[in-house]
């Protein structure tokens, strides 16, 4: 157990943080692509939901 934590600290020096203004871009691009998803789903069932009632 000790000797796996001791291999995730020195793994984590590793890693390559990224700076905040890539974070920043990073975080938009995620929130605008889940916001076009969900809405894009959202009129995709909506159009169903409507082809089913005229049914």
Do not use: C, H
């Amino acid at each position: 157990m000790f000797k796996f934590l001791k291999n995730v600290s020195r793994e984590m020096k590793k890693v390559s943080w990224p700076k905040s203004k890539e974070l920043t871009s990073y975080t938009i691009t995620v929130l605008v692509t889940v916001s076009f998803v969900a809405i894009f789903f959202f009129l995709v069932d909506l159009g169903i939901t409507q082809l089913l009632n005229l049914l």
